[in-house]
């Protein structure tokens, strides 16, 4: 059975800083792994989603990183805003029904 | 439309009642999740639609739960004799296949069942 964990659990930084999120998965016999952002009383909105056969995306800000035969995968925020308060999470697709598993998320905090 | 909607955005029903859900996703999406969130644990994958093939019903967490696909398109999630612990988010996601593509996902339907 495929786990996601994400770690840390939360994280405050301030104003301008880059940081990196990590998130590790069991089982490396994946899909896809896709890097969502959820705000409270929202939905999930992707912001990047990285093949099994590619080793990083980058949109703007953000860069993921996969390393498939260990299990992990990374998004680094540069220059970080309020305004990338959110809750991260990351999930990989794989299985029979190629469904997502989902990790926990990491709740960032950006201090003006 | 734009992106996945979902009906009604919130639902309060009582206990034992039958409560219904509705996914309308990105039109062309021939690939339809649901998942559901509850406080303080992840998400939970529940039950995908892929075109016409006989959907994938692993996540279903019990024969209470069961949903349809009509016509390819518009989804309902069904949950007979609601129980508490069934409150939660139940969220609709769309792509365009089942793997390689961008998953979308609706702002999600808040159940609270008293």
């Known amino acids: 059975k495929q786990e996601v964990t994400q770690i840390p659990a939360a994280l405050s930084v301030p104003e301008g800083e880059n940081l990196v999120l990590n998130c590790s998965f069991t089982?490396?016999?994946?899909?896809?792994l896709q890097w969502f952002r959820q705000d409270p009383g929202k939905g999930l909105t992707s912001l990047l989603l990285?093949?099994?056969?590619?080793r990083e995306q980058t949109s703007g800000r953000l860069n993921a990183s996969l390393d498939k035969s260990s299990g992990r995968s990374t998004l680094y925020i540069a220059a970080s805003q309020p305004g990338d308060s959110a809750t991260y999470l990351c999930?990989?697709?794989?299985?029979?029904?190629?469904?997502?598993?989902f990790g926990s998320g990491t709740q960032l905090t950006v201090l003006p | 439309g734009a992106g996945v909607s979902q009906s009604p955005s919130n639902k309060v029903t009582e206990k034992g009642k039958d409560v219904e859900l509705r996914c309308d996703p990105i039109?062309?999406?021939?690939?339809l999740y649901w998942y559901r969130q509850s406080l303080g644990q992840g998400l939970e994958f529940l039950i995908y639609?892929?075109?016409?093939?006989?959907?994938?019903k692993s996540g279903l967490p019990s024969d209470r739960f069961s949903a349809e696909r009509t016509g390819g398109s518009v989804s309902t999630l069904t949950i007979q004799r609601t129980q508490q612990e069934d409150s939660a988010v139940y969220l609709c996601?769309?792509?365009?296949?089942?793997?390689?593509?961008?998953?979308?996902f609706g702002e999600g339907s808040w159940l609270t069942v008293v």
């Open positions: 990285i093949q099994s056969s590619q």
């Open positions: 996601a769309s792509s365009k296949a089942i793997s390689g593509n961008t998953i979308y």
């Open positions: 639609f892929q075109g016409n093939s006989a959907p994938d």
């Open positions: 039109s062309g999406h021939t690939a």
């Open positions: 089982d490396s016999a994946i899909y896809n």
């Open positions: 999930a990989v697709s794989s299985g029979s029904a190629r469904q997502l598993t």
